[in-house]
C-alpha cells in the first residue's frame, strides 16, 4: 500500500510568502558560506542532502487530502481539501482518457475538508465513478451547498460524473472494493469521524480533527482499541501540547505529545503528525516533529514508534 499526500494543512491553505523564502535563501547561504560549487548539480545535492527540510524544502499549503494507493484500478482518498485539484490532475495522468471509479471517504463536513472538491477535474468528467462514503447526515448536503449561489458558479447537479452518497455507521465493518474500512466517532465540533483501512494485512488509520482527552478514559480506551497495532496512524497534531490543554482546550485539535502517547500505548509502528496549523513555519512544525522523536526516545517501551510530519507531496510505503 502507498499512502499520497496532497493536502496537510488544517484551517485554511497557505502558501510561503515572500519573506519566508528570503529568509530560507539566506540560511541556505549562512551553511554554504566557504564552500564552492562547481556546477548547478552540486549545488542540487548540496541542498538536497545538507540543509534541513524547512529550509530547502516546505510543508506545504493545501488542506486535507490524502489518497491511499492499494495498485488497483481505482481510487481512494480521504478528505477533499484544496489538495483534491492536484489529486484530479493525478487522476487524468494516470487514467489517459479513460474514466476513473475514486472512493472518498469524508472526515467531517467542515470547509477546509471539502474546499477542493468543486476544483477536482474527475467530478467534471462524463463517465467518471464517485462514491462519496461519511457518517454525517448533512454529507451530501454540503457538498451540494458549497456548489450553489452565491459561493460557486457551478451547480453541483451540472458535474458530470455519476456521484453517490453512502452513509456509514460509526464502530461497523466495511467492505469497498476489496478493502475493509471501519469508521470511529471522535470529539469535534459538529462530529468528526476517523477510517481505519485494512488490506492484505497491512492497516492504517486517518485519524483528523479529533480532540482527546486522556482523563476520558472510556473514550481514550476506544481511540486506542481502533489504533491498535495499525502499521500508520495519520494524526492531527494541530498544536501543542501547552495550546491544546490551555488556551485551545475544546477547539476540537490534537498535539504531537498525544499522538505520541496514544500510538505508543496502541502499539503504533508509524505515527505521522497532520493537519499542520496555518500560523506555523516550517521550522515551527519542524520543532513539534522533534519534540514528537525526543518524547518517543524517552518513553520507548519495548518497540520503537516512528514518528513524522506529513508534507503536500510525501509518499510513503507500507
Ligand atoms: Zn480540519
Ligand atoms: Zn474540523
Redesign the pocket.
Known sequence: MRVRFWGTR??LPVGLTVADVRDKLAQALVAASGRRFDSYGEAYEFAREQLPFSVSQTFGGH??CVELDFGRDEYFVCDMGSGARAFGDHIAARQGGKPATIHIFMSHM?W??IMGFPFFGPAYRRGTQIRIYGCHQVLEQAFRLQMSPPCFPVMFDQLAADIEFVRLRSGSAYEVAGMRVTPQLQRHSGDSYGFRFEVAGRSLVYT??SEHKLEDRAQTEAIIAFFRDADLVIFDAMYSLAEAISVKEDWGHSSNVVGVELCQRANVKHLVLF?HEPANSDAAIEGALRDARRLEELTRGSAPLRVSAAHDGLEIEL
Open positions: 488544517g484551517s488542506t486535507s467542515h477546509d475538508h483528523t480533527d493537519h
